[in-house]
């Protein structure tokens, strides 16, 4: 696509509920970003994925959190029983490759978690 | 790991020239991108600065000194869109070379007045 597409754009669950975040990516770019902004916060990172390698997940918070990539475009985030302190806007951005510069942010999942 | 300090809030007027300052600590540095995130909105990228000096690109400027570890987003002629959230980032590398994931300060408010 043009751009980075994120689904749902707002998402509220109960405490306790599972929920997926979704990110398609733009055509053709390899490398898949997903990051996390609390309210007023800078972005937290938490995942990264490179065309077929073993993705980099040493910003996942918990293993309530999970992440897949399949066939090397859609990805889905994944957290488990969700907690108050999950809340937060949750960013994709895809780039060429995996480097420094040039990401391509989607609008985000605002996630609320009551 | 990574560090990054910037101010959290600056105001100017319109018109003006306005210097976002960012210092950074790194175990191993590639490189310092510039992102503007308007509120409710996606960042967007900005500019990269990979070796020293000043990148500049219509309005806005970027520069870079790798022995200070330091930044700075230069905006000049300020409009009242420019109000946003700047962020500077810097790629955390894990396993040599440039490739690695973005990690992002803070962020810097802007504020823009008539």
């Known amino acids: 696509g043009a751009g980075v597409s994120q689904s749902p754009s707002n998402k509220v669950t109960e405490k306790g509920k599972d929920v997926e975040l979704r990110c398609d990516p733009i055509?053709?770019?390899?490398?898949l970003y997903w990051y996390r902004q609390s309210l007023g916060q800078g972005l937290e990172f938490l995942i990264y994925?490179?065309?077929?390698?073993?993705?980099?997940k040493s910003g996942l918070p918990s293993d309530r959190f999970s992440a897949e990539r399949t066939g090397g475009s859609v990805s889905t985030l994944t957290i488990q029983r969700t907690q108050q302190e999950d809340s937060a806007v949750y960013l994709c951005?895809?780039?060429?490759?995996?480097?420094?510069?040039?990401?391509?942010f989607g609008s985000g999942t605002r996630l609320t978690v009551v | 790991g990574q560090s990054l300090e910037q101010p959290s809030e600056v105001t100017a007027v319109e018109g003006a020239i306005v210097q976002i300052n960012c210092t950074y600590q790194?175990?191993?540095?590639?490189?310092l991108s510039w992102y503007q995130q308007h509120d409710g909105g996606a960042p967007t990228f900005l500019s990269y600065?990979?070796?020293?000096g000043l990148e500049e690109t219509g309005r806005f400027s970027s520069f870079l000194s790798r022995s200070d570890s330091y930044g700075y987003l230069l905006l000049q002629e300020l409009q009242m869109k420019d109000s946003a959230s700047y962020f500077c980032?810097?790629?955390?590398?894990?396993?040599?070379?440039?490739?690695?994931?973005?990690?992002f300060g803070k962020g810097t408010k802007l504020s823009v007045k008539p």
């Open positions: 951005a895809s780039s060429l490759a995996v480097r420094g510069y040039g990401y391509t």
């Open positions: 055509s053709g770019h390899t490398a």
């Open positions: 994925f490179q065309g077929n390698s073993a993705p980099d």
């Open positions: 790194t175990s191993g540095f590639y490189g």
């Open positions: 600065n990979a070796l020293d």
């Open positions: 980032a810097v790629t955390q590398s894990r396993y040599g070379g440039s490739q690695g994931n973005l990690i």
